[in-house]
């Protein structure tokens, strides 16, 4: 995406059916550079504190960065909101086709901002830098295969029955369900906005051709360019079983004995190719099932095979593909099947439920998407939600109010600390410093353990600003994107990169503090601290977790979340300070309503009128 024009935003009000086109105020760019950023900084100055986030008042971006389209990797975009299901900032990433066309699609514009709500269902198409609301009635109900095929001719991002009843993890759909804006439910939101599908038929951005090929070719050669072109993440679950970090039937053993029938072996012995002109599909393959047609994921065979008990990866397959029909995170659906079946054998339900029982947790997910039945409908509210009803709150570990996700963090101390300080939850996406522990890094100290977590958090801040495929890292961190971002037009050294990359953290903390969030929220569950593991292997009850084996003792933990908030310049309750937000030119874009410990500061002033 060149930037000779002034970057534009889209706003689109459902309420009123209104579709117009706004300038970026420069300040912006400049401080938050795009994508998560740029998107980061929208929230904030759009939302009230305490803003229902399934209310109108809530607002969606559909984010793109300053080289989308063109930067190699898989091309995505950013959805942000507020999260329906930990009421904190969330954004999620979708790739596939969607992402490039619509950087095709929006000219000038990073992205789109929906506001209001529809009085019938709808579907947004953009194109030429402009945008429309057509009826979607006949499309109402479709799930995300059938949704996307009506658009033959476009790509499409859209909800699927999940969305449409308020599953509060329901994900934003691409290319038929093979790729998603996952975690956190911002295809919740979407439905609740009435608004279906976003149709864009634009063709992809062009240049930059020697640059790019300059990337691709050293990415090709990095460790884990070979790594994605060999498996994507399907390996995942190899490793994670091999270190000892595999969450299994329902976090109770951190190996699984049938790993290696749903890894990348199997993945193989059932894979056919196919290939699409706008879209690398991971791995190069795709799986048939009874459920249809999906790309497997390291995610789908550790929460939906490992965590659920389930060595076949045909039956795995299946239930990813059920999932990405209805357009549900498969993360949080098999950790709610998988807290069913815990809270079923501790007594809680009126319900018989075992791991391994594939037909079960296709059943018990069919009832979570169309909140049919009293045990669906809690769980399609979180798991938190589920046991706040039920009652077994230890069961399933969660941050935030998000279950944790493809690591069992215990024996590895900076995967524990990266899952309690993530912006939108546990998330192993914000940080991953359990692929260096788990291997044996040693960690000269402290510092050195909280700088690998900061540092890979600030960096991707920066990568989904831009927004670069994550896996880019390796041959993006010399100059974090300084490079590419010159070949557009704007200018950064990669301090200032840098200083971008904490300065979008930082703000995005000041948003969920203003929404409440405070130390007691960057806190793991007593079961995560307290013990390992109840079987570490199936087989071998002497095999331990990553590292010594031993879950993290409380008082460790809070050491290192106190030297966290230091490092962080943040005060003892997780509160970047006045002096912090100074350094990081915040000032003008904290509001009264943001704590702000010993804070005498001037009333904040409107960086859009700076730029006026």
């Known amino acids: 995406m060149a930037c000779e024009e002034p970057a534009r935003l889209l706003r689109v009000d459902l309420s009123t059916r209104s579709v117009t086109s706004e300038r970026v105020p420069e300040a912006w760019l400049e401080r938050y550079v795009g994508g998560k950023g740029l998107?980061?900084?929208?929230?904030?100055?759009?939302?009230?504190?305490?803003?229902?986030?399934?209310?109108?008042?809530?607002?969606?971006?559909?984010?793109?960065?300053?080289?989308?389209?063109?930067?190699?990797?898989?091309?995505?975009?950013?959805?942000?909101?507020?999260?329906?299901?930990?009421?904190?900032?969330?954004?999620?990433?979708?790739?596939?086709?969607?992402?490039?066309?619509?950087?095709?699609?929006?000219?000038?514009?990073?992205?789109?901002?929906?506001?209001?709500?529809?009085?019938?269902?709808?579907?947004?198409?953009?194109?030429?830098?402009?945008?429309?609301?057509?009826?979607?009635?006949?499309?109402?109900?479709?799930?995300?295969?059938?949704?996307?095929?009506a658009f033959s001719d476009a790509a499409v991002a859209c909800i699927g029955p999940a969305g449409e009843r308020g599953v509060r993890y329901a994900t934003i759909a691409s290319d038929g369900g093979d790729h998603h804006a996952g975690r956190g439910g911002a295809g919740t939101v979407m439905g609740a906005k009435r608004l279906k599908a976003v149709v864009t038929r634009g063709e992809p951005p062009t240049g930059l051709d020697d640059l790019r090929e300059r990337y691709e070719t050293a990415f090709a050669e990095s460790d884990t360019g070979r790594w994605q072109s060999a498996s994507a993440t399907l390996e995942t679950i190899d490793f994670a079983n091999a270190v000892g970090a595999l969450p299994t039937r329902g976090w109770q053993a951190s190996r699984f004995d049938g790993a290696s029938?749903?890894?990348?072996?199997?993945?193989?012995?059932?894979?056919?190719?196919?290939?699409?002109?706008?879209?690398?599909?991971?791995?190069?393959?795709?799986?048939?099932?009874?459920?249809?047609?999906?790309?497997?994921?390291?995610?789908?065979s550790i929460v939906l095979g490992a965590g659920l008990g389930i060595d076949d990866f045909d039956a795995v397959a299946a239930l990813g593909a059920l999932c990405d029909r209805l357009a549900m995170d498969v993360i949080t659906a098999g950790n709610a099947v998988a807290w069913?079946?815990?809270?079923?054998?501790?007594?809680?339900?009126?319900?018989?439920?075992?791991?391994?029982?594939?037909?079960?947790?296709?059943?018990?997910?069919?009832?979570?998407?169309?909140?049919?039945?009293?045990?669906?409908?809690?769980?399609?509210?979180?798991?938190?939600?589920?046991?706040?009803?039920?009652?077994?709150?230890?069961?399933?570990?969660?941050?935030?109010?998000?279950?944790?996700?493809?690591?069992?963090?215990?024996?590895?101390?900076?995967?524990?600390?990266?899952?309690?300080?993530?912006?939108?939850?546990?998330?192993?996406?914000?940080?991953?410093?359990?692929?260096?522990?788990?291997?044996?890094?040693?960690?000269?100290?402290?510092?050195?353990?909280?700088?690998?977590?900061?540092?890979?958090?600030?960096?991707?801040?920066?990568?989904?600003?831009?927004?670069?495929?994550?896996?880019?890292?390796?041959v993006l961190t010399e100059d974090l994107g300084a490079e590419w971002l010159a070949a557009v037009g704007r200018e950064y050294d990669r301090e200032a990169l840098a200083t971008a990359g904490e300065r979008i953290w930082t703000l995005v903390r000041l948003f969920n503090v203003r929404e409440g969030f405070d130390r007691t929220d960057d806190a793991l569950p007593d079961a995560l601290l307290e013990s390992s593991a109840a079987e570490p292997s199936e087989s071998n009850p002497d095999e331990g977790h990553a590292g010594d084996g031993d879950a993290l003792e409380a008082e460790r933990f809070r050491s290192l979340l106190e030297r966290y908030y230091r490092y962080r310049g943040w005060d003892s309750e997780g509160r970047p300070t006045r002096e912090t937000i100074q350094r990081l030119d915040l000032e003008i874009a904290v509001d009264d309503a943001t704590p702000v410990p010993e804070s005498d500061r001037d009333p904040a002033r409107s960086e859009v009128n700076d730029d006026d």
């Open 39 to 149: 998107g980061a900084r929208y929230l904030y100055e759009e939302l009230e504190p305490g803003t229902e986030p399934l209310s109108a008042d809530n607002v969606l971006l559909f984010m793109l960065g300053p080289v989308s389209g063109l930067i190699p990797g898989e091309a995505r975009y950013a959805a942000i909101t507020k999260s329906p299901l930990t009421g904190a900032f969330l954004d999620s990433y979708g790739g596939g086709s969607f992402p490039r066309r619509l950087a095709g699609s929006l000219g000038s514009h990073l992205g789109v901002l929906v506001t209001g709500v529809a009085d019938e269902p709808v579907v947004l198409e953009v194109e030429n830098g402009d945008g429309r609301l057509e009826s979607a009635d006949d499309h109402w109900g479709a799930d995300a295969a059938t949704t996307c095929e």
């Open 261 to 300: 029938e749903i890894g990348i072996e199997a993945a193989r012995e059932c894979a056919h190719g196919r290939e699409r002109e706008d879209e690398r599909v991971p791995g190069g393959f795709r799986v048939e099932s009874d459920e249809g047609e999906s790309v497997p994921r390291g995610a789908t």
């Open 340 to 474: 069913a079946v815990r809270a079923s054998q501790e007594g809680l339900l009126e319900r018989d439920l075992s791991f391994g029982d594939d037909e079960a947790a296709r059943a018990l997910i069919r009832e979570i998407a169309a909140r049919e039945s009293p045990l669906g409908d809690a769980l399609a509210d979180g798991i938190e939600a589920a046991a706040a009803e039920f009652g077994g709150t230890d069961l399933i570990p969660t941050v935030k109010g998000m279950d944790c996700s493809s690591y069992d963090p215990r024996g590895a101390e900076t995967m524990a600390l990266a899952y309690a300080t993530s912006d939108r939850g546990a998330c192993h996406r914000r940080a991953r410093p359990v692929e260096s522990e788990a291997v044996g890094r040693a960690w000269p100290d402290d510092e050195a353990r909280i700088a690998a977590v900061v540092g890979e958090q600030n960096r991707r801040a920066v990568l989904w600003s831009l927004i670069a495929d994550d896996f880019l890292e390796e």
